[in-house]
Nanobody, 123 residues
Framework: QVQLVESGGGLVQAGDSLRLSCAAS????????MGWFRQAPGKEREFVAV????????AYADSVKGRFTISRDSAKNTVYLQMNSLKPEDTAVYYC????????????????WGQGTQVTVSS
């Protein structure tokens, strides 16, 4: 499995931006599709965004489409989530995940997970 470490979370105001990073190590980064998920207090973990192994294909949850952008840098073995126009409802712990054979929205099909980074958006 690949090891994943997220960073970049914090406390921001509504309308602000944040960029989350997820650094991968231990395996060939380009072999993995990478996803971002989030979990708010008292709620189930939900899909946010995914990027294919090549970076040529992305998908987003409707709730973040047009505000969030997922990207990857193979030279740095890192996947990013640029979050703009943040809303209080974006408050959650954000997790990155990796999958060798799957690049969809089902979190059960991802093999490796990071420890998460907290994002808090105040109104």
């Amino acid at each position: 499995q690949v090891q994943l470490v997220e960073s970049g979370g914090g406390l921001v105001q509504a309308g602000d931006s944040l960029r989350l990073s997820c650094a991968a190590s231990g395996r060939t980064f380009s072999n993995y599709a990478m996803g971002w998920f989030r979990q708010a207090p008292g709620k189930e973990r939900e899909f946010v965004a995914v990027i294919s192994r090549s970076g040529g294909s992305t998908a987003y949850a409707d709730s973040v489409k047009g505000r969030f952008t997922i990207s990857r840098d193979s030279a740095k073995n890192t996947v990013y989530l640029q979050m703009n126009s943040l809303k209080p409802e974006d408050t959650a712990v954000y997790y990155c995940a990796a999958s060798t054979y799957y690049n969809g929205r089902d979190d059960a099909r991802y093999d490796s997970w990071g420890q998460g980074t907290q994002v808090t958006v105040s109104s």
